[in-house]
Each structure stands twice: as C-alpha cells, then as structure tokens.
T-cell receptor
Framework: GAVVSQHPSWVICKSGTSVKIECRSL??????MFWYRQFPKQSLMLMAT?????????EQGVEKDKFLINHASLTLSTLTVTSAHPEDSSFYIC??????????????FGEGSRLTVL | QKEVEQNSGPLSVPEGAIASLNCTYS??????FFWYRQYSGKSPELIMS????GDKEDGRFTAQLNKASQYVSLLIRDSQPSDSATYLC????????????FGTGTRLLVSP
C-alpha cells in the first residue's frame, strides 16, 4: 500500500509550548490528508481535513486556532498544537489516500505521533 | 445512532478458531467499507476493503457486506495469537467521499 510517514513519533513538551508534527506521503501525491486524534482505549476521531493549497476543514468542536494545519505541498501536511496543555496529550495520526486508491476511499495511516504535555 | 457501531469486546477465541467481527452502519454512511487492524500503541493498518454486497476473501480474511441489513463483518479463519489486536470498521460519510468515520473498534484476543 501507499506509504505515509509521520515525524516525530513521540514528543514530550512543557505546558504552554507549541509542537509541530509532520506528515509526508512518500510515494504518491496527496491533495488531501486527514488528521486524527486517539485517546487511550478510544477510537480515532477526525480532527480536520487538510487540503493542499487551501484552508483546512475542521470538525465540530476542534479549535482551528489551537490546531494549526498547513498543507503547503502535495506531499507534506503539518499539524501544530499551539500552547499545548496536558489535556492535549494524545496519539495524533495523519492519513492520506494513496495515488490510484484516490477514488476507492482507502486511507493509509502514518505511524502516529504520541504527544505528552507535562 | 452512531454512523458506525461495533461491539468493543473483548472477543476471545482459541488459536485456530474462526473469529467473527461485526459492524453496523447508519444511512449517513456510504456503502463501501474498510477493516483496519490496530495493535496497541500503533497506527491502524488496512486489512480489507469491500464495496459490493456479498463476500470478499483475502487469505485468512473474509469481509462480508449486507447492504439491506446495513451490516458488515470480518471473519478471520485459523486465528493466531498475532491476530490479537483491535479491529476498526470504517466507512465514508454520504456528505462526501473524503471523510472516513470509524467505529470504536473490537478488541480481539486469540489465546494459544
């Protein structure tokens, strides 16, 4: 399947700092990427849809000023958690549809980034 | 009703048995579905996709879709301890093919 890579895989930061997570499609171009968040023992919750060259579309209840998304190229989307607080500690996962799978709906996921805010 | 619903489990089966995982969906979900496997602390991995009514087989896995009953299942034959994971069912929202919604996942435990 298509390869999606995330970095960093884990990060620990102090409360009030900002953290940037990168998501790259390695072997295909992704005009759309998706950012999910997963708390322990819960399912994936879609945070936002990242669109290359335009503003991201956020799900209800997700603060766009806190979770900044930039999709400046066809292979890179970034999620910045601004002024992080302990309640933002979670597993953040990006995903994209691979090349030829663009019309079939299959999503391929990055490895995930585990954020711990102290 | 949630868009996609799954029993959280855990579902416990002995090694070598058939594990049956089930998922129901609402009218708000388009009728193509995906099964993902997620190991603890890892991101989901795509196992199967199914778009048409009926069965689709891939190795030890069989996905079944029943559009009339709005029901999709995943059968795992000859279950192995390495199959122990959480299995997530997902489908795209009718509002646009872009957004995929996930069930809460069913935890499968395969005992040796």
């Amino acid at each position: 399947g298509a390869v999606v890579s995330q970095h960093p895989s884990w990060v620990i930061c102090k409360s009030g700092t900002s953290v940037k997570i990168e998501c790259r499609s390695l072997d295909f171009q992704a005009t759309t990427m998706f950012w999910y968040r997963q708390f322990p023992k819960q399912s994936l919750m879609l945070m936002a849809t990242s669109n290359e060259g335009s503003k991201a579309t956020y799900e209800q209840g997700v603060e766009k000023d806190k979770f900044l998304i930039n999709h400046a190229s066809l292979t890179l989307s970034t999620l910045t958690v601004t002024s992080a607080h302990p309640e933002d500690s979670s597993f953040y996962i990006c995903s994209a549809r691979g090349g030829l799978a663009g019309n079939t709906g299959e999503l391929f996921f990055g490895e995930g980034s585990r954020l711990t805010v102290l | 009703q949630k868009e996609v619903e799954q029993n959280s489990g855990p579902l416990s089966v002995p090694e070598g048995a058939i594990a049956s995982l089930n998922c129901t969906y609402s009218d708000r979900v388009s009728q193509s579905f995906f099964w993902y496997r997620q190991y603890s602390g890892k991101s989901p991995e795509l196992i199967m996709s199914i778009y048409s009514n009926g069965d689709k087989e891939d190795g030890r896995f069989t996905a079944q879709l029943n559009k009339a009953s709005q029901y999709v299942s995943l059968l795992i034959r000859d279950s192995q301890p390495s199959d122990s994971a959480t299995y997530l069912c997902a489908g795209p929202m009718n509002t646009g093919f872009q957004k995929l919604v996930f069930g809460t996942g069913t935890r499968l435990l395969v005992s040796p």
